[in-house]
Nanobody, 124 residues
């Protein structure tokens, strides 16, 4: 069992930055590939980024590549999402996930763990 708690969301102007954090419980954090998904009102949940168990490999949606950076600290059981050059279309609830599946996957699976989500709002 893994419990995930996100923080760091908020309201920011276009072009600004935010850093999301996701703290995980348990002693098996390093056995999970960690990721971020987001869901805007009226839209389906979409992949944002994922990072491998060691942190050596990262994967991004085309829409955020070059602007967002995912990282993890296995000693702190925490994964981060640094978001720069934010755009109004980045507005969504951002969810942290933990998966036992391949880190290069851009989808989610029934047995994944999810946080409660954190709201990110980018004003124009």
């Amino acid at each position: 069992q893994v419990q995930l708690v996100e923080s760091g969301g908020g309201l920011v102007q276009a072009g600004g930055s935010l850093r999301l954090s996701c703290a995980a419980s348990g002693r098996t954090f390093s056995s999970y590939a960690m990721g971020w998904f987001r869901q805007a009102p009226g839209k389906e949940r979409e992949f944002v980024a994922r990072i491998s168990r060691s942190g050596g490999s990262t994967y991004y949606a085309d829409s955020v590549k070059g602007r967002f950076t995912i990282s993890r600290d296995n000693a702190k059981n925490t994964v981060y999402l640094q978001m720069n050059s934010l755009r109004p279309e980045d507005t969504a609830v951002y969810y942290c996930t933990a998966t036992k599946k391949a880190s290069y996957s851009t989808t989610y699976f029934p047995d994944d763990y999810w946080g409660q989500g954190t709201q990110v709002t980018v004003s124009s």
